[in-house]
């Protein structure tokens, strides 16, 4: 931890946040393997940041999102939020910023390549912007969140409708009052890089499968297929 301390500088030049309280981006920074590894004792990870950060990008991306689809109704605008906080996505812009290097996980997570492990990344990221929002208010951790994930805005109405489980279960629930299953077939591959086969049922019947890095993004190819099919076959 001590070594994280003297490598707090160059981060927060990547930030773009100078913090009056280096112990918050610290916390922010510590995952609950390193925590319990150390014995840090409660409340020392990053979760309760986690928590905060949530709830603060949350309100930034709608923020956001209202000011740039002035003629979107409410729906389409929470869709678009779901798919730009997903955690993929916030683990490819933590990725981005470089925050996985600054990352304290215990030795085992270390050796499993834990620190590039979405959940983590996106966990880290989540209470980064918590960390922001406590020591520097509002406006730092909006212009933060503006500026990471600024490039994403303007594809959001295009990506959200790319988001292929929302759309099946939408058409699956009007064409049969049903909603999709998804279920695992299969986990392959080493623990840094796994591959999982998913497949989606709908009314007890298999519609089609999907491969991914992880068990959504093989959920997402699943849903990708079935919706597929269901245009290419409607009488299934």
């Known amino acids: ?59 930034v991306i709608s923020h956001l999102l209202y000011e740039k689809y002035s003629g979107c109704k409410e729906g389409d605008l929470s869709r678009m939020r779901a798919w730009l906080v997903r955690e993929e996505r916030l683990a490819r812009v933590a990725e981005r910023i470089g ?4 990352i304290l996980v215990s ?23 918590g960390a922001i929002y406590l020591d520097g208010g509002y406006e730092k951790a909006f212009s933060f969140v503006k500026r990471i994930f600024g490039r994403l805005i303007p594809h959001a109405e295009k990506g959200f409708l790319s988001d292929y489980r929302s759309r099946l279960q939408e058409i699956t629930q009007a064409k049969w009052g049903e909603t999709p299953v998804y279920r695992l077939v299969s986990e392959e ?17 298999v519609l089609a499968r999907g491969r991914g890095r992880s068990k959504k993004e093989a959920a997402q190819e699943a849903a990708r297929r079935a919706l597929k099919k269901i245009r290419e076959e409607p009488k299934i």
Do not use: C, W
Not at 15 to 23: A, V
Not at 107 to 129: F, T
Not at 189 to 205: K, N
């Open 1 to 59: 931890m001590k070594e994280l301390y003297s490598k707090l500088p160059r981060l927060e030049k990547k930030l773009g946040f100078r913090f009056r309280d280096p112990s918050l981006l610290v916390k922010a920074l510590t995952h609950r393997s390193y925590a319990a590894e150390r014995r840090l004792g409660d409340l020392q990870d990053n979760e309760r940041l986690e928590f905060l950060g949530d709830a603060v990008l949350s309100v």
């Open 99 to 102: 925050l996985s290097e600054f």
């Open 107 to 129: 030795r085992g997570e270390s050796k499993s390549g834990g620190r590039h492990k979405a959940s983590i990344l996106a966990g880290a990221l989540e209470a980064v912007i």
């Open 189 to 205: 591959g080493p623990s840094h890089a796994p591959s999982f086969e998913m497949e989606v049922l709908v009314g007890g019947r």
